[in-house]
């Protein structure tokens, strides 16, 4: 079955960098993606990384891929107190469209 | 802009009532998934729905049931609520075959 492993914590300060990592099963999985869930709001798809892919960069935002060890990781860069939220990891079911999310990554950034 | 809303952000309910929890998306959606969330356990798929009047079982469905008489809509029903479904629930849709879902902004359900 599948399984995304997670950290359920992460305290950085306000322009560091932050690195968020998960662990997946599914080896067959075409594609990973990151959710980010802000206080009071659902769910929304922040990036994603087509399994072929090791590393996709958006703006701050950098995805690592380690296809050989199921590793998958998240950065940003300059940390802002608006990146305050959970994060979480995902991978499609069995290759179906349904994705498995991790248990979610708190981002918490002080000054 | 996809939209899916939710009918309720906060609810109160007690032991035993029947609830009902709408969710609506505006982006003609085969799919439609309802979601649980709780701290520490993440997202847990409760039940989802890929065309209307179908249904499939997620994770979790025991003490739950859904309908879906229109595309558009998605309902999750709790026949007799009990304490231990006090949770935040999410509805989230998608295209039949697509990657991303688009999720509303959540119910937190309190049974006491």
């Known amino acids: 079955g599948e399984d995304v492993e997670q950290s359920l914590f992460l305290s950085v300060r306000e322009g560091d960098s932050s690195v968020i990592n998960c662990t997946y099963t599914?080896?067959?999985?075409?594609?990973l993606y990151w959710y980010k869930q802000e206080p009071g709001a659902g769910l929304q798809l922040l990036t994603y990384?087509?399994?072929?892919?090791d590393m996709k960069q958006d703006q701050r935002l950098t995805v690592l891929l380690n296809k050989k060890d199921k590793h998958l990781s998240l950065r940003i860069a300059d940390t802002q107190t608006g990146d305050s939220a959970i994060y979480f990891c995902?991978?499609?079911?069995?290759?179906?469209?349904?994705?498995?999310f991790g248990r979610g990554t708190s981002l918490i950034v002080h000054p | 802009d996809v939209k899916v809303t939710q009918s309720s952000r906060y609810l109160v309910k007690r032991t035993g009532e029947k609830v009902f929890l709408e969710c609506v998306q505006d982006?003609?959606?085969?799919?439609m998934f309802w979601y649980r969330q709780d701290p520490g356990l993440g997202l847990r798929l409760i039940y989802f729905?890929?065309?209307?009047?179908?249904?499939e079982k997620g994770d979790i469905p025991e003490g739950y049931s859904v309908s879906r008489e229109k595309k558009e809509r998605f309902s999750l029903i709790l026949e007799s609520a009990s304490t231990n479904q006090t949770s935040m629930y999410l509805c989230?849709?998608?295209?039949?075959?697509?990657?991303?879902?688009?999720f509303g902004p959540g119910t937190r359900l309190t049974v006491t």
């Open positions: 989230a849709s998608s295209p039949r075959t697509g990657v991303e879902q688009y």
């Open positions: 599914d080896s067959s999985s075409t594609y």
């Open positions: 990384i087509f399994s072929n892919m």
């Open positions: 995902a991978e499609p079911s069995g290759g179906s469209y349904i994705p498995t």
């Open positions: 982006m003609d959606h085969e799919n």
């Open positions: 729905s890929y065309d209307v009047k179908m249904k």
